[in-house]
């Protein structure tokens, strides 16, 4: 197995090697590919020098695999290339994730779809992954009509740039500005780029993907996105308003049964999620499960998730490690 990492210098790229060496799914070749001021650098993978290289002289490694996660810009110019030289690309970014005949996929979820013919595979928002990770065990026993969620994002969802500036800000430190605001000892409701009806990209995309993942147009759902001074791990006050009731007790056990989930639900003790404990963790961790007494049907519930793992890299590589057993018929 030869597998491409596009964007291997950046924070999710960085964060996929690590991944793709702590689940032992370790390419025979590791072809890592940036920008024109990263080649000819070198990164060390699983014990071995490898050269940064640029994406012409990737795509005639022909890997089976090339992940990328450098910007839409890029996936847009280059997936297609790599697609039509046989290479399938799992794209972390949001360029192909709408497009009708591109899968959008969390393996836990809606892997069974893909096959040998998709060229061009969508990594979901990480936003959107700890949500749908939580509510697809639930929409299948319960079918889900309307979702409220308001999401509490750390500053790597943003980027190197971002962190830079929330540890600078830290150490009263003057430096470049990731935000149009300062973000220690301050929160602010905006994500990604307000849209002419007061929403932004991060809230379109919540609606959109997770009705694709789920493969539910009807569900109703609403999101307010907001940025907090926290280095790793997304949270979200989620309410979930289902077609049928449910037992309280059966919900925690449909959790605990998912795959990836994890239940801290205890909170007489203080046990419950929190984005500090789910760094470097793969789970998504689900807590506050509670009845919304103001509504029939409905459910509250806390989701917190580490961004850069399950919600980016980890989810890249388990849909490589699903298709490398599942598609291509190899065994590790």
Same mark, same amino acid.
């Given at each position: 197995m030869?597998?491409?990492v596009?964007g #291997?210098t950046?924070?999710?790229?960085?964060?996929?090697?690590?991944?793709?060496?702590?689940q032992t799914f370790?390419?025979?070749?590791?072809?890592?590919?940036?920008?024109?001021?990263?080649?000819?650098?070198?990164?060390?993978?699983?014990?071995t020098?490898?050269?940064?290289?640029g994406?012409?002289? #990737?795509?005639? @490694? %022909?890997?089976e695999?090339?992940?990328?996660?450098?910007?839409?810009?890029?996936?847009i110019?280059?997936? !297609?290339?790599?697609?039509?030289?046989?290479?399938t690309v799992?794209?972390?970014s949001?360029a192909?994730?709408?497009?009708?005949?591109?899968?959008?996929?969390?393996p836990?979820?809606?892997?069974?779809?893909?096959?040998?013919?998709?060229?061009?595979?969508?990594n !979901?928002?990480c936003?959107?992954i700890q949500?749908?990770?939580?509510?697809? !065990?639930?929409?299948?026993?319960y079918?889900?009509?309307?979702i409220?969620v308001? +999401?509490?994002?750390?500053? +790597?969802g943003t980027?190197?740039? #971002?962190?830079?500036?929330?540890?600078?800000?830290? @150490?009263?430190?003057?430096?470049?500005?990731?935000?149009?605001?300062p973000?220690?000892?301050?929160? $602010?409701p905006? *994500?990604?780029?307000?849209?002419s009806?007061?929403?932004?990209?991060?809230?379109?995309?919540?609606?959109?993907?997770?009705?694709?993942?789920?493969g539910?147009?009807?569900?109703r759902?609403?999101?307010t996105?907001?940025?907090? !001074?926290?280095?790793?791990?997304?949270?979200?006050?989620?309410?979930?308003?289902?077609?049928?009731? $449910?037992d309280?007790?059966?919900?925690?056990?449909?959790?605990?049964? #998912?795959? *990836?989930?994890?239940?801290?639900?205890?909170?007489?003790?203080?046990?419950?999620?929190?984005?500090l404990?789910?760094?470097?963790?793969?789970?998504? $961790?689900? *807590?506050?499960?509670?009845?919304?007494?103001? %509504?029939?049907n409905?459910?509250?519930?806390?989701?917190?998730?580490?961004?850069?793992?399950? *919600?980016?890299?980890? %989810?890249?590589?388990?849909?490589?490690?699903?298709l490398?057993?599942?598609?291509?018929?190899?065994?590790?």
């Amino acid at each position: 197995m030869k597998i491409a990492v596009v964007g #291997a210098t950046g924070l999710v790229g960085r964060e996929i090697l690590k991944v793709l060496q702590e689940q032992t799914f370790v390419p025979e070749l590791l072809i890592p590919v940036a920008s024109i001021r990263s080649q000819g650098k070198k990164i060390f993978f699983n014990g071995t020098e490898n050269v940064i290289i640029g994406h012409e002289e #990737a795509i005639s @490694h %022909n890997p089976e695999i090339a992940i990328f996660s450098a910007g839409s810009g890029t996936s847009i110019e280059w997936a !297609p290339r790599y697609a039509a030289a046989g290479i399938t690309v799992i794209d972390n970014s949001s360029a192909w994730r709408m497009k009708n005949e591109i899968p959008l996929i969390v393996p836990e979820i809606n892997a069974s779809i893909l096959n040998v013919n998709d060229k061009i595979i969508s990594n !979901p928002n990480c936003s959107t992954i700890q949500l749908v990770m939580a509510l697809a !065990p639930l929409h299948r026993k319960y079918r889900i009509l309307r979702i409220v969620v308001s +999401t509490y994002q750390s500053v +790597t969802g943003t980027g190197d740039k #971002a962190r830079q500036q929330l540890d600078n800000e830290r @150490h009263g430190i003057r430096g470049e500005m990731a935000y149009p605001h300062p973000i220690d000892l301050n929160i $602010f409701p905006h *994500g990604g780029d307000f849209l002419s009806d007061g929403y932004t990209t991060e809230e379109v995309k919540l609606v959109n993907e997770t009705r694709k993942i789920l493969g539910d147009n009807n569900i109703r759902l609403t999101a307010t996105v907001v940025r907090v !001074p926290v280095f790793g791990g997304h949270s979200e006050a989620v309410n979930v308003e289902f077609e049928t009731d $449910f037992d309280i007790d059966e919900v925690r056990q449909l959790l605990k049964e #998912a795959p *990836g989930i994890t239940i801290q639900d205890d909170p007489t003790n203080n046990v419950y999620p929190m984005p500090l404990y789910s760094q470097g963790k793969d789970d998504v $961790f689900v *807590g506050r499960l509670r009845r919304d007494l103001s %509504n029939k049907n409905s459910l509250n519930m806390f989701i917190v998730s580490d961004n850069l793992r399950k *919600g980016a890299a980890t %989810n890249a590589v388990q849909i490589a490690q699903f298709l490398y057993k599942s598609i291509y018929n190899h065994s590790e």
